[in-house]
Nanobody, 115 residues
Framework: QVQLVESGGGLVQAGGSLRLSCAAS????????MGWYRQAPGKQRELVAN???????NYKDSVKGRFTISRDSAKNTLYLQMNSLKPEDTAVYYC?????????WGKGTLVTVSS
């Protein structure tokens, strides 16, 4: 079992920055992939960025150059640094982990970008 708790969401003006954090606990050693997804009202959940156990990263095209995913293994924490935020980035952001063929999700944190 893996438990994920997000923090860091909030209200920010367009062009601003936020950093999301995801604290992981439980069977952390079994995690192969960690990432961030988001779901805007009326839309499907989509991958924003992920990081594979070897360190390689993937990003949604629309966030490349603006968002950076990173992890601190010592703190068992995943981060998403979001810069140059746009109103279309408004969504609930979910932390995700894939471990031992199971998908784990946090409860989400709301990011609202005002124009």
């Amino acid at each position: 079992q893996v438990q994920l708790v997000e923090s860091g969401g909030g209200l920010v003006q367009a062009g601003g920055s936020l950093r999301l954090s995801c604290a992981a606990s439980g069977s952390i050693f079994s995690i192969n992939v960690m990432g961030w997804y988001r779901q805007a009202p009326g839309k499907q959940r989509e991958l924003v960025a992920n990081i594979i156990s070897g360190g390689s990263t993937n990003y949604k095209d629309s966030v490349k150059g603006r968002f950076t995913i990173s992890r601190d293994s010592a703190k068992n924490t995943l981060y998403l640094q979001m810069n140059s935020l746009k109103p279309e980035d408004t969504a609930v952001y979910y932390c995700h982990a894939y471990a031992s063929t199971m998908n784990y999700w946090g409860k989400g944190t709301l990011v609202t970008v005002s124009s």
